[in-house]
């Protein structure tokens, strides 16, 4: 996959005082890849989502994320992005509409717009009966992919998503995974972070962080071919407790 | 094998909702039972009621011997609980946390510590510092030391790996199987598959059901179907390629392939013929044994279609 | 009893470890001394009122009807010595008293001049000042009148004012046995139920559940600190408006510590009563702050008095355990009565505390939903 580069990190370092949390990361992330981004808790992780999302500066190295500067232009980067989160993702006291509502409407998009992607939204997930039902009454797997498809439904370049199918039935979560594909076929690159190993395997490429370093970075099969691992978790599990 | 936990029949409804339908189990001595199924599938719920602070609407729950309900101030003294939100006071250190948990049960650190002697000298050396300031992994493991701190003869341990890193959750499952020698019985929960394999014996839940109890093994070699693994570049389009298929009986994405099974058993050259025909092309297809996560979709595909009719 | 000396240990660990706790136990206090040194004046209904009429004659008569009917005033009681006056002030109900000395009204035809000497309770610096002005205006009123009435002669009564209790009618005395009263039941009310569902919230309650612990221990485990704690408190408190105020404690000072401690149990069981009702520590601290600050600075008689409120108020400030207690502590420190005069509050403020225990221990479940 080598289509055009909408995240492109080079020489990111990021300090907290003299607590290196991103040291030296250089890479990028292809336009409709599925890019898998994993590491131990407190591998620095975090840290480098929020720079990747507009949300942090880094300390050092250039990001350039949409075609926007990290440093220069972090507003822009906020525009073209879309982030989802396994909870509290979707206020649960509105309904379905005026959670879609609320949300095209901090994107900046029109009335007529809104109404005419809710529209669309509700049909792709047969959700239309559902429209005016309360998030809270509405099972997890719905709630998974309504959320999902509201983080993209101001069609932003990036899709962040933190463990997005943590949780939920083997069905829908491959219903999920279906949405994901469908989403990076259409060119939104889909950016996700996960304890979750198997889900690492949906993934077009995958990248391992240890202690603030980049240390692996390759398709899951070649991951598991060059640590000779029969699964992600097993290429994980090498990387960050050698013995 | 002497019954630990005996449940037959348990019911639960929270309004309209129905929590657990007939839930009907038993798990053995010294054995590692896991319960496996999504969030909201029931497990909590069904904790809640082993560990004798929430009552079945009716059903009967024996364990240790006891009655869940008449018997709860004795289970009480000797089950070790850990529920799904590590239950750590965040501003008491490690120590003052173990400590507390220890008090409380009417034992001290040292009484048991060979017991967790294993588990928490991995955090030993953090003794002094806050238990809101540990990292997911190490909260895991002192939740665990204060749950086993009066070596109880059961342990419930409620979405102990949730959140927690794959380096951890490895630890914590070795830890688990080094319980086993101390004679405890271990039911836990976990919402991921893959976990299923560690445990001696499962139970797939899923809307307040037990679908399936037996061991992973025989769970996994239940799967009914010939189960084809079919691989190519392009996922989603093999995806929806495969969806066309008239032959087609499941197909849902796996990993970085695509596990599908057919009406006619096994697949003939008119399917390789019908791929060529859409367009794909380096498709890989070999027959695969079935994870236990196909047994579980095959499961919950058979409930559905039972409850639509 | 080791698991009870445990928990307690645990639940002093909590609180020293976090400073805002000890703020709020200790720092509010002193603040709230200092910041309710003005005291909010309002309008007057029906105060009571009692004369001690020694004269008996025309002027005195009309006088006292003039102030009896202008609506601001109520009468409670006529009197016949001069000893009885300090008896009624105490009572309570009666805010000022009235006298006219022998031979009023042949003085002031005499003289065209005399005095009347109005008494008030200074223990209520607030209800003293708005009393003493009515009556000063309506004296003013009833002079005009006098010289108008055909055949009149400009005649001049002045009202001369007295103030029992707190002569020379400083605010303080009056604020600070308010804010002991508030600040304790904010305090234990609003610790108590935040501990107790900050452990819901946590889920650790859920291991406390699974484990021997009774109910009982759980609870008295969360008390016993917040009791010793209050404690310390008050006597903190009344150093303070010693040091500060130079306000003695008038009456017995073991009384007003034994009542004290009624009192702050009283708040620890409906703390104890509202984290059995509220699953999170948002609800609890809404439902102590506004369910009890508010009313206890409103409805209590600590600013407004409760003569002055609609006869609603009135009744819903009869359920406000605070009101009971700023009674007990005013009498005790500033008007230096025994138990004699405050057992009916007593009384009604250890009911109270049993019914939110007893509520309390119905409500809390040795299991969850």
Redesign the interface.
């Known amino acids: 996959m080598t289509g055009q580069s909408v995240i492109s990190v080079s020489n990111l370092v990021k300090k907290f005082g003299s607590f290196v949390a991103n040291d030296n990361l250089s890479f990028e992330v292809y336009e409709g890849e599925i890019f898998g981004f994993l590491g131990a808790n407190g591998a620095g992780k975090t840290t480098t989502i929020r720079i990747l999302s507009g949300l942090s500066e880094p300390t050092s190295g250039k990001v350039v994320v949409a075609g926007f500067d990290a440093k220069k232009e972090p507003e822009k980067i906020k525009k073209n992005i879309g982030y989802m989160c396994q909870k509290f993702s979707l206020y649960e006291d509105l309904t379905v509409k005026e959670n879609i509502t609320l949300y095209g409407g901090i994107y900046g998009m029109s009335k007529n717009l809104i109404r005419e992607r809710t529209a669309m939204l509700l049909e792709k997930l047969s959700f239309q009966a559902w429209g005016d039902r309360l998030i809270s009454s509405l099972p997890l797997g719905f709630k998974q992919k309504l959320a999902f498809s509201i983080a993209i439904l101001h069609e932003p370049r990036i899709v962040y998503l933190d463990e997005p199918t943590g949780g939920v039935d083997p069905i829908t979560r491959r219903q999920f995974w279906e949405m994901i594909y469908e989403t990076a076929a259409r060119g939104i690159t889909v950016f996700v972070t996960t304890h979750y190993m198997d889900e690492a395997e949906y993934c077009d490429r995958v990248s391992i962080m240890n202690e603030g370093r980049i240390v692996a970075l390759d398709t899951p099969e070649g991951l598991k071919k060059s640590y000779n691992a029969s699964s992600i978790e097993e290429v994980f599990v090498k990387i960050a407790r050698p013995k | 094998m002497q019954t630990v936990i005996e449940s037959s029949g348990i019911c639960k409804k929270f309004g309209e909702t129905v929590a657990l339908d007939n839930i009907t189990f038993n798990v053995g001595e010294s054995e590692i039972f896991g319960l496996i199924g999504p969030d909201g599938a029931g497990k909590t719920t069904l904790f809640r009621i082993i560990t004798t602070i929430s009552l079945p609407d009716s059903g009967s729950m024996k364990v240790l011997g006891l009655d869940a309900i008449a018997g709860f101030r004795e289970l009480r003294r000797r089950i070790g609980y850990m529920p799904g939100r590590f239950s750590l006071y965040q501003d008491l250190s490690v120590e003052e946390n173990l400590e507390f948990y220890a008090t409380v049960f009417g034992t001290t650190v040292k009484e048991n510590y060979d017991l967790i002697s294993d588990i928490y000298s991995h955090i030993e050396p953090f003794k002094k510092r806050l238990a809101g300031k540990l990292s997911g992994g190490m909260k895991q493991k002192l939740a665990l030391s204060c749950a086993l701190i009066h070596k109880p003869d059961l342990l419930v341990l409620d979405e102990p790996t949730t959140g927690v890193d794959a380096v951890s959750r490895q630890e914590f499952w070795d830890m688990l199987r080094k319980l086993r020698q101390h004679n405890i019985t271990i039911i836990v929960s976990t919402p991921y598959m893959d976990e299923a394999m560690r445990c001696d014996r499962v139970g797939l839940i899923q809307g307040g059901r037990i679908l399936t109890v037996d061991n992973p093994e025989n769970i996994r070699t239940g799967f009914s179907a010939i189960l084809y693994r079919i691989r190519a570049a392009e996922k989603y389009r093999l995806l929806i390629a495969l969806r066309k298929y008239s032959g087609i009986s499941s197909a849902y994405p796996f990993g970085d392939s695509v596990h599908a099974t057919f009406r006619t058993g096994r697949i003939d050259e008119s399917f390789r013929e019908f791929l060529r025909s859409e367009g794909m092309e380096n498709v890989t297809i070999e027959e695969s044994p079935a994870d236990i996560e196909d047994r579980f979709l095959e499961l919950m595909a058979a409930v559905k279609t039972e409850q639509g009719k | 009893m080791?698991?009870f000396?445990?928990?307690v240990?645990?639940e002093f660990?909590?609180i020293f470890?976090?400073y805002r706790t000890l703020i709020i136990l200790f720092g509010i206090p002193a603040a709230q001394i200092m910041i309710f040194g003005y005291v909010v004046s309002n309008d007057l209904k029906d105060a009571g009122v009692a004369f001690l009429d020694l004269s008996r004659d025309e002027v005195t008569q009309k006088l006292t009807d003039k102030i009896c009917s202008s609506g601001f005033f109520r009468l409670t009681e006529t009197l016949t010595s001069y000893n009885d006056i300090d008896k009624i002030l105490k009572k309570g109900k009666t805010k000022a008293v009235i006298v006219f000395q022998k031979d009023f009204g042949r003085d002031l035809f005499a003289e065209g001049k005399t005095t009347m000497s109005v008494i008030a309770d200074g223990s209520e610096p607030n209800m003293a000042t708005l009393v003493t002005n009515y009556i000063t205006a309506i004296t003013t009123d009833f002079n005009i009148e006098q010289a108008r009435a055909p055949g009149g002669a400009v005649s001049l009564i002045s009202a001369q004012v007295r103030m029992f209790y707190n002569p020379s009618l400083q605010g303080h005395y009056m604020f600070v046995p308010g804010v002991i009263t508030l600040i304790m039941i904010l305090i234990c009310a609003l610790m108590t139920s935040v501990t107790i569902t900050r452990e819901k919230e946590?889920?650790?309650m859920?291991?406390?559940?699974?484990?021997?612990?009774r109910p009982t221990q759980i609870i008295l485990g969360k008390v016993t600190p917040y009791f010793i704690l209050s404690f310390i408190n008050v006597i903190v408190i009344l150093l303070l408006s010693w040091f500060v105020f130079g306000l003695p404690v008038k009456g017995s000072l073991v009384l007003l510590l034994a009542e004290s401690m009624l009192y702050i149990l009283m708040s620890l069981s409906l703390g104890i009563l509202i984290s059995t009702v509220s699953s999170t520590m948002q609800q609890a601290i809404f439902i102590s702050m506004v369910g009890m600050m508010l009313p206890t600075i409103l409805l209590s008689g600590f600013i407004y008095p409760i003569e002055n409120m609609p006869w609603i108020y009135n009744w819903v400030s009869a359920i406000m355990p605070p009101r009971y207690f700023i009674i007990i502590i005013k009498d005790i420190m500033i008007k230096g009565t025994g138990f004699a005069y405050i057992w009916k509050e007593t009384l009604i403020l250890a009911f109270m505390t049993m019914v939110f225990i007893w509520l309390s221990i119905r409500n809390f479940r040795?299991?969850?939903?």
């Open positions: 080791k698991r000396l445990g928990f240990k645990k660990l909590h470890r976090d946590f889920g650790t859920e291991v406390l559940l699974v484990s021997p612990l040795i299991r969850l939903h």
